[in-house]
């Protein structure tokens, strides 16, 4: 199975979005998304009944999502700028939202457990809370070793902020994830 595109090492978003289950007309939010590439699988996903909340602390990437978003006539994306470290920093209204996605975010916070915080904050009883994050050991591409935390640091953070795991997530050979639920 191929699970990476490119040297570029992006993760098959359409293949990982679609293992969800997620359905159309749900909220959706995509904590640091980046340059929008999950954003977009996303908001296919929950089609024009639903909503995608692309988030992310830097406006470039909101406005190339926003861009993306444009081009490729999807009109059910909201762009906010947030700091994911600040409880409520999102500006999400409590119990808002069916799932929530941090993909490759963790590692670039010394506040793991605060985003992890706000996630569950924002999502709904029985929500989901996707965790992606580069696996300790495997070497190669990605961040340095000492930014990456192994996957019973990350299950164990999840559990403190009310988080319980549903499932573990089959990524690739430079990843693990989790679905949790709340």
């Known amino acids: 199975m191929a699970e990476l595109r490119s040297a570029g090492a992006f ?34 996903a929950v089609g024009s009944g639903g909503v995608v909340n692309a988030v992310d602390v830097m406006q470039e990437p909101l406005e190339a999502v926003h861009a993306k978003a444009e081009a490729a006539g999807l009109k059910n994306i909201q762009m906010i700028r947030a700091d994911l470290e600040v409880l409520g920093g999102t500006k999400l209204p409590d119990g808002s939202q069916d799932w929530v996605l941090l993909k490759n975010v963790l590692f670039q916070s010394q506040k793991k457990e605060a985003m992890l915080g706000e996630a569950a904050r924002v999502a709904k009883a029985g929500g989901r809370v996707v965790v992606i994050e580069w696996k300790k050991g495997a070497g ?16 164990q953070m999840a559990h403190a902020s009310g988080l319980r795991t549903e499932r573990p997530l089959s990524v690739d050979s430079s990843h693990f994830g989790f679905v949790f639920i709340k």
């Open 11 to 44: 993760l098959d978003a359409q293949r990982v979005v679609s293992s969800l289950g997620i359905s159309q007309g749900q909220q959706v939010a995509d904590f640091g998304c980046g340059s929008g590439y999950f954003t977009m699988e996303l908001a296919k």
């Open 140 to 155: 190669g591409i990605g961040p340095p070793e000492p930014l990456r935390s192994d996957e019973a640091t990350i299950e």
